[in-house]
C-alpha cells in the first residue's frame, strides 16, 4: 500500500501551504474529527489529515461512509479564512469543480459534479463532500473540508454496489493516490486563492459545465418536503435556480438531488 | 374583524413555521406568539361597543419573558436549520436545557455545509426560534437563553 505522508508525495505537490502539514494515519474515527482537534489547538490554515481507515466517517446528517485500506482517499483540510460566513457555503462548490478538474486531468474520465458535493462517475457516485464550519461568535474560526474518493475498490458491497463506482471499478486500471491527490490539492489552492478575492462568481461558468443535473428535471428533497423543477441557472454563490411547472424560478440551498438514471441517497439502484 | 378571523389567524400560524405574529389595525392589535407557548390576542384600546375580546391559553402557567432580558444567539448564515444532529437523534437542547459555553445548539446548513452553532454564554434556553428543517436568514435570532 503506498502511504500518503508529506515525503511521499511532495515531488507532485505545487502547493505553497495545502498540504505542506499532514497527519496520516492508519485508523481514525474521522478524519473531520482530528482535523476538528487539531484546529482547537490552534494548528495553522493548510493542515490535511489523511486516514486509511474511518471507524466513523461520515457523510451529511450522520450517514456512514465505509474506506477500504490503502484503496480510497479520506481527506480533510483545515482552512483558516478572513471571510464572511455567509460566502463559506460556497467553498464546498469549490473544492467540488477542483476535485472534477484535477481528477479528469490525471484519468481523462468525464467526472461531473451532483450538486453541490457529490463527484459522479457514469451516474454513479465516485465521492463526496463535507464541510463543517466553527463560528466564534458572528466571525469565522475555522472550516474543515472532508473529502472521500473512491479509487482503487475492485468492487463494493451488495447493497451499493449499484450506485457507487471507484476509479479502478468503472476502468479496471490502478491508480496512484499520491498524484490524484497531490493534484487535487493543486487544483484547491490555486482556486481558494481566486476565490478568497473573487468569490465563486469566477467559478460559476466551470460550474455549470461539470454539472451533472444542469438543464435536467430533477427533484430535490430537503427533510419532508419536495420541489420538483428543471435546472435552468447556478447562481454566483452556487445555489440552484429551479423552474417549476408553473414557470416560477425557485432558489434551493438545501437538500439532496433525485434524478431519473442517476443515484441518489434513498435508493440501492439507479 | 371576528372571532372567527382570529381564529382563521392562529390556525394558519400554528401549522407555518413563524414564530412570531403582530398585526395592527386601527385600535385593535393582535400578537400571537408560538413557542413559549403563550398566545394573546387582545385590544390595546377598548373597542366602543360590545364585544372586548380577550383569548388567553396557557398564559397564566407561564410568565411572560421580558425580550430584552434575554441572550439571543442569531445564524451567521442563510441556511436550514436542524435541532439535531441527524433525523434519529434527539435534538440537542430543547426549553428548559441549561448549556455552557460551547455547548453545540444546532445546526444551519447550506450547501452542504454544516454549521455547528455554538453557545457563548452559560444560561438556559428560554426560547427557540426555529422549526426543525425550516429555512433561517442571517441574522435571524435562533435562541433565546436567560444568562447564569
Given at each position: 500500500m503506498e502511504k500518503l505522508t508529506l515525503d511521499d508525495i511532495k515531488e507532485y505537490l505545487e502547493t505553497k501551504y495545502i498540504g505542506r502539514n499532514i497527519i496520516y494515519l492508519d485508523k481514525a474515527t474521522s478524519t473531520n474529527d482530528i482535523a476538528k482537534e487539531m484546529a482547537e489547538k490552534g494548528v495553522p490554515d493548510g493542515l490535511i489529515v489523511i486516514a486509511e481507515e474511518q471507524t466513523k466517517g461520515r457523510g451529511r446528517m450522520g450517514r456512514k461512509w465505509i474506506t477500504g485500506k490503502g484503496e480510497a482517499l479520506a481527506v480533510s483540510i483545515l482552512l483558516r479564512p478572513d471571510i464572511e460566513p455567509n460566502l463559506c457555503p460556497s467553498i464546498t462548490s469549490l473544492i467540488a469543480l477542483s476535485s472534477v478538474k484535477a481528477i479528469r486531468k490525471v484519468t481523462g474520465f468525464d467526472i461531473m459534479i451532483k450538486w453541490p458535493n457529490d463527484l459522479v462517475l457514469n451516474n454513479r457516485k465516485l465521492g463526496g463532500i463535507l464541510t463543517e464550519m466553527t463560528m466564534e461568535g458572528m466571525k469565522?474560526?475555522?472550516?474543515?473540508?472532508?473529502?472521500?474518493?473512491?479509487?482503487?475498490?475492485?468492487?463494493?458491497?451488495?447493497?451499493?454496489?449499484?450506485?457507487?463506482?471507484?476509479?479502478?471499478?468503472?476502468?479496471?486500471?490502478?491508480?496512484?493516490?499520491?498524484?490524484?491527490?497531490?493534484?487535487?490539492?493543486?487544483?484547491?489552492?490555486?482556486?481558494?486563492?481566486?476565490?478568497?478575492?473573487?468569490?465563486?462568481?469566477?467559478?460559476?461558468?466551470?460550474?455549470?459545465?461539470?454539472?451533472?443535473i444542469f438543464g435536467k428535471e430533477i427533484s430535490v428533497i430537503d427533510g419532508y418536503k419536495s420541489v420538483d423543477g428543471t435546472v435552468v441557472d447556478i447562481d454566483k454563490e452556487g445555489g440552484l435556480i429551479l423552474k417549476t411547472s408553473d414557470g416560477n424560478l425557485k432558489r434551493i440551498i438545501s437538500g439532496d438531488v433525485i434524478m431519473e438514471g442517476l443515484y441518489n441517497i434513498y435508493s440501492n439502484k439507479i | 374583524m371576528e372571532i372567527k378571523d382570529i381564529k382563521e389567524i392562529i390556525k394558519a400560524i400554528d401549522m407555518s413555521s413563524i414564530s412570531e405574529f403582530e398585526f395592527q389595525k386601527g385600535d385593535m392589535r393582535i400578537l400571537i406568539k408560538k413557542n413559549d407557548e403563550i398566545k394573546n390576542i387582545k385590544f390595546i384600546k377598548e373597542p366602543e361597543v360590545e364585544s372586548t375580546v380577550v383569548i388567553e391559553e396557557k398564559a397564566q402557567a407561564k410568565e411572560e419573558i421580558k425580550e430584552e432580558e434575554l441572550y439571543f444567539i442569531k445564524s451567521p448564515i442563510v441556511g436550514t436549520f436542524y435541532s439535531s444532529p441527524n433525523p434519529d437523534s434527539k435534538p440537542y437542547v430543547e426549553v428548559g436545557s441549561k448549556v455552557k459555553k460551547g455547548d453545540v445548539l444546532c445546526i444551519v446548513e447550506a450547501m452542504k455545509l454544516m454549521n455547528e452553532i455554538t453557545c457563548d454564554v452559560d444560561g438556559e434556553i428560554v426560547k427557540i426560534m426555529a422549526d426543525n428543517g425550516s429555512f433561517v436568514e442571517y441574522g435571524q435570532p435562533l435562541f433565546g437563553i436567560r444568562k447564569v
Open positions: 469565522v474560526k475555522y472550516i474543515i473540508i472532508g473529502l472521500g474518493l473512491n479509487i482503487n475498490q475492485e468492487d463494493f458491497d451488495e447493497d451499493i454496489k449499484n450506485i457507487a463506482v471507484s476509479l479502478k471499478s468503472f476502468s479496471g486500471e490502478n491508480f496512484n493516490r499520491r498524484i490524484i491527490l497531490s493534484e487535487i490539492l493543486n487544483f484547491f489552492e490555486r482556486d481558494y486563492e481566486y476565490f478568497k478575492r473573487f468569490g465563486l462568481s469566477y467559478f460559476v461558468e466551470d460550474i455549470k459545465k461539470y454539472s451533472i | -
